[in-house]
T-cell receptor, first 114, second 114 residues
Framework: KNQVEQSPQSLIILEGKNCTLQ??????????LRWYKQDTGRGPVSLTI?????NTKSNGRYTATLDADTKQSSLHITASQLSDSASYIC?????????????FGSGTRLQVQP | NAGVTQTPKFQVLKTGQSMTLQCAQD?????MYWYRQDPGMGLRLIYY???????DKGEVPNGYNVSRLNKREFSLRLESAAPSQTSVYFC?????????????FGPGTRLTVL
């Protein structure tokens, strides 16, 4: 069964600090992995997308890494800001025979405090 | 270019009532999805439509029906609402590869069934 596990479930950090969120998956056949940011009461917004051959992808202060061998991904946030307070969701896509299945992690809730 | 829009934003129903959630996208995408999001469970796929005129069941289709009215619109219907269907519902339409930062989730519909 395809699964995506995220850790930690929640995290509190001080403004300006860095943090790393983890995503482990058992999805096959792997197509790509996305990280989303979801503000409270809003729909998820895509931060990064990585395919099998990509090890790292940056989007401003967000840097995602992917180890396809160990099936692990991380999202590193640098110099956190109050606006980074949100849920971060890891989504893994499996494509086969023209069909696509997305498996979502339950997310990490990040709170950045002043 | 509004991306993905959903209506209504909030809805309260009594058990047994019916309603239709509307979703529209102006990105000319073929695929559209309906998800529900419950605390601690991540997003779960209800139904999806790979192209106009086709629909397929996702992970949790029971109690729902869908209609892909045209390429732009994909509606989700609850024929006889149950308290277990209290959730936040998201419509999504996958972006073309390369439009990584384009939001492709709708803002969500918060549904409460009493």
């Amino acid at each position: 069964k395809n699964q995506v596990e995220q850790s930690p479930q929640s995290l509190i950090i001080l403004e300006g600090k860095n943090c790393t969120l983890q995503c482990n998956y058992t999805v096959s056949p792997f197509s790509n992995l996305r990280w989303y940011k979801q503000d409270t009461g809003r729909g998820p917004v895509s931060l990064t997308i990585m395919t099998f051959s990509e090890n790292t992808k940056s989007n401003g202060r967000y840097t995602a890494t992917l180890d396809a061998d160990t099936k692990q991904s991380s999202l590193h946030i640098t110099a956190s800001q109050l606006s980074d307070s949100a849920s971060y969701i890891c989504v893994v896509s499996a494509d086969w025979a023209g069909r696509r299945a997305l498996t979502f992690g339950s997310g990490t809730r990040l709170q950045v405090q002043p | 270019n509004a991306g993905v829009t959903q209506t209504p934003k909030f809805q309260v129903l009594k058990t047994g009532q019916s309603m239709t959630l509307q979703c529209a996208q102006d990105m000319n995408h073929n695929s559209m999805y309906w998800y529900r999001q419950d605390p601690g469970m991540g997003l779960r796929l209800i139904y999806y439509s790979a192209s106009e005129g086709t629909t397929d069941k996702g992970e949790v289709p029971n109690g729902y029906n869908v209609s892909r009215l045209n390429k732009r619109e994909f509606s989700l219907r609850l024929e006889s609402a149950a308290p277990s269907q209290t959730s936040v519902y998201f419509c999504a339409s996958p972006p073309v590869v390369g439009h990584l930062r384009k939001q492709f989730f709708g803002p969500g519909t918060r549904l409460t069934v009493l």
